[in-house]
């Protein structure tokens, strides 16, 4: 049977009802320490987010679908964006099915007129925008400085770090002055754990944008916006690297998880959506500037394969 706990949050004058489903058998490498299942929450905390205009880019699956969905929740008008026309239109429409105010905007935001198009295109759609969510990123090139080039490095930068202060610019003069205003930047741990990170690029870019958020904080802070990062560890979704990794290596997946997991698993796209509403949230915000890590606790032991040494 499901247990049920109740969390009083005193600050807000919220309750969150906390549902925890019993794990499969055998299903967890730490027994008895931790459920293996995302647990079910029920939130009676009114987060202010309705109607709310929020852009998130990189947004057709995985973790951008993941938090879209959490801010079509709340009630918000959601623009979506993505490089792929078919994945797009299908989150779309899942969205709107669900009942959402919902708009679409093909972009490779590292073009900087697909990217001007996209933050017009908001706008245009909505009238403003209240939310930024800079969730696109990824790699490129060898692990280690041998196996990559300087071009490689250069695309890495751009693609987590250039392309986000860009859709910054461009979303400024549209999030100036309204109440609320918020931008989140989607970085990794893996900004201050080289040991964990994909390849050393990533890394540096994912630590350079932690850096960054603090300064465009500063920077924000007379336009009314704050700007914060999110840091997800290693997320499971279908299809993503992981799951492909899971499938090909399930040995090697389930070493990595025993040592580097002590909550027997990797996280959830919609726990990093959960905490990624919250913080653009009202009731967050004297939260600025800041880098919250969402990883269950994840410990420093590289998978196989991906060690530097």
């Not at 790699?139 to 250069?154: H, K």
């Amino acid at each position: 049977m499901a247990r049920r706990a109740v969390i009083r949050v005193g600050c807000a004058g919220g309750i969150v009802v906390l549902e925890v489903g019993a794990s499969r058998a055998g299903s967890c490498v730490y027994p008895g320490r931790w459920q293996t299942s995302i647990p079910k929450v029920a939130s009676l905390m009114n987060l202010h987010l309705k109607d709310k205009i929020v852009l998130i880019t990189g947004s057709s699956r995985g973790i951008g679908l993941a938090i879209a969905k959490a801010f079509a929740a709340e009630g918000c008008r959601v623009m979506l964006s993505a490089r792929s026309a078919s994945a797009l239109g299908e989150a779309e429409a899942t969205l709107r099915a669900g009942g959402a105010e919902v708009a679409a905007q093909i972009a490779d935001v590292t073009l900087p007129d697909q990217a001007a198009r996209l933050a017009e295109a908001t706008a245009a759609a909505f009238g403003g925008i209240d939310i930024l969510i800079n969730n696109v990123g990824g790699g490129r090139g060898g692990p280690r400085i041998a196996d990559s080039t300087d071009d490689d490095w250069r695309a890495v930068f751009e693609l987590n770090l250039v392309q986000t202060l860009r859709m910054m610019r461009l979303a400024l003069p549209h999030m100036s002055g309204r109440p609320g205003a918020a931008v989140i930047n989607v970085a990794s741990i893996s900004g201050w754990s080289p040991q964990l990170a994909m390849a050393g690029q990533y890394g540096a870019a994912k630590a350079a944008l932690i850096y960054a958020t603090e300064r465009w904080a500063l920077e924000f802070v007379p336009n009314g916006i704050r700007v914060n990062a999110v840091s997800p560890g290693s997320i499971l979704v279908e299809g993503n690297g992981w799951d492909r990794y899971r499938r090909a290596s399930p040995d090697d997946f389930d070493d990595y998880v025993r040592h580097g997991f002590p909550m027997g698993r990797l996280g959830a796209g919609e726990e990093v959506a959960d905490v990624i509403v919250f913080i653009a949230s009202l009731r967050a915000h004297w939260i600025n500037g800041r880098n919250i890590p969402v990883d269950g606790l994840e410990q420093p032991y590289a998978p196989v394969g991906r060690r530097p040494f």
